[in-house]
């Protein structure tokens, strides 16, 4: 069974500077999509960004990066000149190729943004 | 465009009630889903439907049941709530299945209490 594991329950980050969150996930898979939410305290989920196994290219989308490495399966999330905004809870997501279903989610990384 | 909306945002049963949770969308999604949030854990799927007049068990489906009557609404119906049942309830809609990449969209959340 695919699972995620976020093993950082808590981040904490000044403004401004960078903070990477980490996420790993087990398959035995070789396409899928993994995902980065953002929960603020609203509730809201929030698609942050995607990366598609297929691609080797690391997904970036502004200030939002990604460090995809399929051989590890590892998908870390670095957040430059993190903002006020950026404090949330954030989950990283595994999606099967062919099960549309299957949107596994890790436990999440709360992070705290200080000025 | 509203998008994905959720009706009630909070709710407060006492053991054996039964209630109803809306959810519709805006969207012209062919999938929707119903997911369960609890402290430390990430959304778990509790059931899913992939067109107007059907339903899929997810995860964790015992406690559940859900009909998809019309395309744009999906309902979550708990018949005898229990505590366990405490939980934030997250909706969700895609456009397609796989392979292609279908972002799911969510609702803002409803916070269920079970005394």
């Known amino acids: 069974a695919q699972t995620v594991t976020q093993s950082q329950p808590e981040m904490s980050v000044q403004e401004a500077e960078t903070v990477t969150l980490s996420c790993t996930y087990d398959?035995?898979?070789?396409?899928?999509?993994l995902f980065w939410y953002k929960q603020p305290p609203s509730r809201q989920m929030i698609l942050v960004i995607r990366q598609e196994a297929y691609k080797q290219q690391n997904a970036t989308e502004n200030r939002f990066s990604v460090n995809f490495q399929k051989a590890a399966k590892s998908f870390s999330l670095k957040i430059s000149d993190s903002q006020l905004g950026d404090a949330a809870m954030y989950f990283c997501?595994?999606?099967?190729?062919?099960?549309?279903?299957?949107?596994?989610f890790g436990t999440g990384t709360r992070l705290q943004v200080f000025p | 465009n509203a998008g994905v909306t959720q009706t009630p945002k909070f709710r407060v049963l006492k053991t054996g009630q039964s209630m109803t949770l809306l959810c519709a969308q805006d969207?012209?999604?062919?999938?929707m889903y119903w997911y369960r949030q609890d402290p430390g854990m990430g959304l778990r799927l509790i059931h899913y439907?992939?067109?107007?007049?059907?339903?899929a068990k997810g995860e964790v489906p015992d406690g559940y049941n859900v009909s998809r009557l019309k395309k744009q609404n999906f309902l979550l119906g708990l018949e005898s709530a229990a505590p366990s049942q405490t939980s934030v309830y997250f909706c969700?809609?895609?456009?397609?299945?796989?392979?292609?990449?279908?972002?799911?969209?969510f609702g803002p959340g409803t916070r269920l209490t079970v005394t």
């Open positions: 969207m012209n999604h062919e999938y």
């Open positions: 398959t035995s898979e070789s396409d899928y999509y």
């Open positions: 439907s992939v067109g107007e007049g059907t339903t």
């Open positions: 997501a595994y999606r099967p190729y062919y099960n549309t279903d299957k949107l596994i």
């Open positions: 969700a809609s895609s456009t397609q299945g796989t392979p292609s990449f279908d972002e799911q969209y």
